[in-house]
């Protein structure tokens, strides 16, 4: 389980590098991407670096994402993990950050050797009083 922590923990330092070609190298060749931003699933090559550099692009630098309440299942070649991650970037044309906690499932196959992540789900849960807002302001 140290090897997969290990690649989770590594994925959120290279994030706030902005280094998109070592982010990707620890995805398998064809995986299914579910993320934040619409559509409901993320269309393409996922390891196509465009789409992340976009959205690198809507940041003044490079995001900061801190992963916590790791918890990794493991069975053979074939592993998951849970999380509850938070986002700290400042928008680009802002001058004050903002936080976002979210949810991430990640699947996992050690491929070659090396543990790639397969599938990547992350959340938001919304306000179930009909407004259906996001609720962007829970903390764990």
Do not use: N
């Not at 490079?62 to 700290?88: H, K, M, N, W, Y």
């Not at 970037?89 to 050690?110: D, H, I, M, N, Q």
């Amino acid at each position: 389980m140290d090897e997969i922590r290990e690649v989770i923990e590594t994925k959120a330092a290279l994030l706030r590098k902005g280094d998109i070609q070592a982010i990707l190298s620890y995805y398998a060749p064809s995986y299914v991407e579910y993320t934040l931003a619409p559509p409901l699933q993320q269309p393409g090559d996922g390891r196509d670096p465009a789409p992340l550099a976009a959205w690198f692009a809507t940041f003044e630098a490079p995001p900061s994402r801190e992963v916590t309440r790791l918890e990794i299942t493991t069975d053979g070649d074939v592993a998951f993990a849970t999380s509850l991650d938070c986002l700290t970037a400042v928008p680009r044309g802002a001058t004050e950050s903002f936080t976002l906690w979210f949810r991430v499932t990640l699947g996992l196959r050690r491929i070659d050797g090396r543990w790639l992540v397969t599938h990547e789900h992350e959340s938001v849960p919304f306000e179930m009083d009909g407004s259906f807002r996001a609720s962007i302001g829970l903390t764990p």
